[in-house]
């Protein structure tokens, strides 16, 4: 199984900062990694696929950057409807998540 | 635009069988795969399985198999059924577009907690 690890697992920013989580993969996935935004009692939201392409609707202040096992998603300036819990996921075998990073506001 | 909605039972008992339901609104069951994931404090998101209109499935081999995923294309639904169920199965069951075909999952049905107690 492709272990995917989060950091950091939960980080503390202001309204305008500059927010980056990381995602490592086990072993190699080339691009074959998405990320997703999930509020308190809501679903997950995608946000980020193939590591770099912004979904439809999701504010341009979000980006997402990687390949091979080293993956980052990016807040250009965090927004207050920003705060919520961000998940990695690949795909390259079989389907497994990340762990999580909790964004909150200080 | 698609629209998942969910249901089933929020409490099961040990060793009973647990079902949900996802009816799809807003489009149609073709050409895409299905999925079924859940969500726990233990365990975080763990994809349980996909399933296309034609009934093909895919499970995620990292699981046992007590899981069986089927398909009404007639009712555009398809819905999840565990076996044997236990205190470890507890979690927020989703539904959602997508899967290992597709690749990514969206959207999401609005989740089911279900608790695994007697």
């Known amino acids: 199984d492709i272990q995917m690890t989060q950091s950091p697992s939960s980080l503390s920013a202001s309204v305008g900062d500059r927010v980056t989580i990381t995602c490592q993969a086990s072993?190699?996935?080339?691009?074959?990694l998405n990320w997703y935004q999930q509020k308190q009692g809501k679903a997950p939201k995608l946000v980020i696929y193939d590591a770099s392409n912004l979904e439809k609707g999701v504010p341009s202040r979000f980006s997402g950057s990687g390949s091979g096992t080293h993956f980052t998603i990016t807040i250009s300036s965090l927004q207050p409807e920003d705060i919520a819990t961000y998940y990695c996921q690949q795909y390259d075998n079989n389907i497994s998540f990340g762990g999580g990073t909790k964004v909150e506001l200080k | 635009q698609v629209q998942l909605q969910q249901w089933g039972a929020g409490l099961v008992k040990p060793s009973e069988t647990l079902s949900l339901t996802c009816a799809v609104y807003?489009?149609?069951?073709?050409?895409?795969?299905w999925s079924w994931i859940r969500q726990s404090p233990g365990k975080g998101l763990e994809w349980i399985g996909e399933i296309n209109h034609f009934g093909s499935t895919n499970y995620n081999p990292s699981l046992r198999s007590r899981f069986t995923i089927s398909v009404d294309s007639s009712k555009n639904q398809f819905s999840l059924t565990l076996h044997s169920v236990t205190a470890a199965d507890t979690a927020v069951y989703y539904c959602a577009r997508g899967g290992i075909v597709t690749t990514f999952f969206e959207p999401w049905g609005q989740g089911t907690p279900v608790t695994v107690s007697s």
């Open positions: 807003g489009g149609s069951l073709s050409n895409v795969y």
């Open positions: 072993q190699d996935i080339t691009t074959y």
